[in-house]
């Protein structure tokens, strides 16, 4: 049973930084594109990053490329996704998801096949 687990998750000010973590179990792990997309109250989700495989391409949504940052240890198992200079608007639930994707289409939700439970970032002003 795959299951991905998201942790570190909390509430911030503006300017603050947090990291996120995604465990990931029941799956072979270094074969996904792993990803990290976020969806605030009322709105539709959204792409927030990707990284290959090998970890040797990253992509990222234009707002908050300079402030993210996503990584992964593929002997832990884990992706994580560095998040500085925090604003309001990333004020969202934040979920990881494993899929197969290519440099085409990493920011595309459908081609993602597993999620996790998602983890809540706030951010005050």
């Known amino acids: 049973q795959v299951q991905l687990v998201e942790s570190g998750g909390g509430l911030v000010q503006t300017g603050g930084s947090l990291r996120l973590s995604c465990s990931a179990s029941?799956?072979?792990?270094?074969?996904?594109?792993m990803g990290w997309f976020r969806q605030a109250p009322g709105k539709e989700r959204e792409f927030v990053a990707a990284i290959s495989r090998s970890g040797g391409s990253t992509w990222y949504t234009d707002s908050v490329k300079g402030r993210f940052t996503i990584s992964r240890d593929n002997a832990k198992n884990t992706v994580y996704l560095q998040m500085n200079s925090l604003k309001p608007e990333d004020t969202a639930v934040y979920y990881c998801a494993a899929g197969f994707s290519s440099d085409k289409d990493y920011y595309q939700s459908r081609r993602y096949n597993y999620w996790g439970q998602g983890t809540q970032v706030t951010v005050s002003s």
């Open positions: 029941g799956l072979t792990f270094n074969i996904y594109t």
